[in-house]
């Protein structure tokens, strides 16, 4: 009889500790099952690996932001107006360098054609004619009036390849500065080295594993 009560005492010890481990791991729910993003389920049982109809497609994404920013659109803009094209990639400082330049050689090349001009004229009076209608040419020998033509010639041919120079480069500044323009620069440079250990075929093999940020 003693024994039974220890029995029964032991039993019912037994059952309240199972009662209560069960209670903390609660039930079984089907919900727990881990589903990849994106995909859904058939059935209660096993998740199927089929794409979820609402998941949008990165690819198009992508496309979308590439064409926030155009370098078409920037070199168009450079065509048509110099300096249009750093506004529209937000260089507003390169403007006034592009039309300080642009005047610049504008300027020059319209200050040595006026003395082209004048030395052209009185050097081919001079050899028309052996003496210069105007007193100030007359202290010029013939060939310092062929030589002054010749040098300013040669200045305002210079000052409208650099006039055209700046044309052209405004174009290419406005291009590569809008493909550059979506371009994350920061200012984390660093390297990390790791030296890495793997196994195949029961080999180690040793690997050395470098990171680059820029």
């Not at 305002?156 to 055209?164: E, M, N, P, V």
């Not at 620069?185 to 050395?208: F, K």
Request: charged share 20%.
């Amino acid at each position: 009889m003693f024994g039974k009560l220890h029995f029964l005492l032991f039993y019912s010890i037994l059952l309240l500790l199972s009662a209560d481990v069960c209670a903390q791991i609660g039930p079984i729910n089907d919900s727990a099952i881990t589903v990849t993003p994106g995909y859904k389920t058939t059935n209660d049982d096993q998740p199927a690996l089929r794409p979820s109809s609402k998941s949008t497609s990165p690819a198009k994404k992508d496309s979308l932001s590439s064409l926030k920013h155009s370098p078409k659109r920037a070199t168009l803009l450079s065509v048509c107006l110099p300096g249009a094209g750093q506004v529209y990639n937000k260089k507003y400082w390169k403007v006034p360098v592009i039309y300080a330049a642009a005047g610049a050689a504008l300027y020059g090349a319209l200050w040595n054609n006026k003395y082209y001009q004048e030395f052209k004229k009185q050097y081919a009076f001079r050899v028309e004619n052996g003496f210069s209608e105007d007193p100030y040419y007359s202290q010029f020998q013939e060939p310092t009036l062929k030589s002054n033509r010749d040098y300013y010639h040669k200045n305002r041919d210079l000052s409208y390849i650099l006039l055209g120079a700046t044309y052209i480069l405004q174009i290419v500044d406005a291009a590569v500065d809008a493909h550059f323009y979506d371009f994350k620069i920061t200012e984390d440079l660093s390297m990390h080295v790791q030296p890495q250990l793997y196994w195949v075929s029961s080999t180690a093999q040793t690997h050395l594993s470098i990171t680059l940020k820029f």
